[in-house]
């Protein structure tokens, strides 16, 4: 009866360390994907608005009426576009925004929605629309 009950303590003390060793490396793993995530969807929100302004630059120099349809993967965690002036702002839910500069006045919106969106850039007389694609 004796080395029953050892061989039961020592299972129970096995996967009790088993245990203290998986939990804290879950923790710590779940954090770093939670941080490598963060950095794609900043990372996808830059090239975007930089490619929405390198496009608004080209459709302006081309002059009126050139347009130019962008196909993009929004990402996700995006609470706002705002597009004044020159600058092509993207507030992330994770606090940061980033902005994208561009060398002619700007003018439209975007909704925040994540996912495919095709977006329409407009030269105008002295400035450049950025809106939807509705087709």
């Given at each position: 009866?004796?080395?029953r009950g050892q061989v039961s303590i020592e299972f129970v003390i096995t996967v009790?360390?088993?245990l203290l060793m998986i939990i804290p490396?879950?923790?710590?793993l779940y954090e770093h994907i939670t941080k490598t995530n963060e950095g794609i969807?900043?990372?996808?929100?830059?090239?975007i608005a930089r490619k929405i302004a390198d496009s608004a630059n080209s459709v302006y120099y081309i002059g009126h009426p050139t347009t130019k349809t962008l196909d993009v993967?929004?990402?996700?965690h995006i609470d706002?576009?705002?597009i004044t002036g020159r600058e092509i702002i993207f507030k992330l839910?994770?606090?940061q925004e980033i902005v994208s500069m561009s060398n002619v006045n700007l003018t439209g919106s975007l909704l925040p929605a994540s996912g495919r969106r095709r977006i329409k850039i407009s030269a105008l007389e002295n400035m450049v629309n950025i809106s939807e694609d509705a087709s």
């Open positions: 009866m004796k080395k009790g360390f088993a490396l879950t923790i710590v969807y900043n990372n996808q929100a830059g090239l993967y929004m990402p996700e706002l576009i705002n839910s994770t606090g």
